[in-house]
């Protein structure tokens, strides 16, 4: 796919809801918020993206951040963030992520059919160019933008303030 579509994506535009608007305005007192039956807050999902989003950019560096022994080592421990300045922190930080992979999808074709080092055995199994590190971690956000829409909906904090379908 032309990397047009995946920066078009990685912002959520198309059939996706606006990956920056389901999280810049999430108000305060929803963020830590449990739903019945769901084990995640919008803290923890966007931290955990942020947390994805971050190793893969070391890795794609050429640096070998330690993967995590067990998949609670990408989570944060506490639903709730401990401030509100946190909270911001951690947008302002998701919102820098989404720009650095951005840069990178727009890169020639031969960067993007560079290789990417694998840090754990399970990345030999799987394509490991950029392109599809960037793909990938584009889908892994995708998924998780949409349980923050569905949460945001189940806490009455939907649509975004710029806007989301709410049908």
């Not at 950029?130 to 892994?140: K, R």
């Amino acid at each position: 796919m032309p990397e047009r579509v995946l920066i078009e994506l990685l912002y959520g535009r198309s059939a996706h809801a606006s990956t920056l608007a389901c999280v810049e305005d999430v108000p305060f007192g929803v963020v830590g918020r449990l739903a019945e039956g769901f084990p995640h807050s919008i803290w923890q999902l966007v931290s955990h993206i942020n947390f994805w989003m971050a190793y893969e950019l070391k890795r794609i560096a050429g640096l070998q951040p330690p993967y995590p022994v067990h998949a609670s080592g990408s989570w944060p421990t506490h639903t709730q963030p401990p401030s509100e300045a946190a909270w911001q922190q951690a947008v302002a930080l998701f919102r820098e992520l989404l720009a650095e992979l951005e840069k990178l999808a727009t890169s020639s074709s031969e960067t993007l059919a560079r290789e990417v080092s694998p840090t754990h055995p399970s990345h030999t199994k799987h394509a490991s160019s950029l392109s599809a590190v960037l793909w990938q971690t584009l889908v892994h956000n995708s998924y998780h933008i949409g349980q923050i829409a569905m949460l945001r909906r189940i806490f009455a904090a939907w649509p975004p303030k710029t806007g989301g379908d709410t049908w």
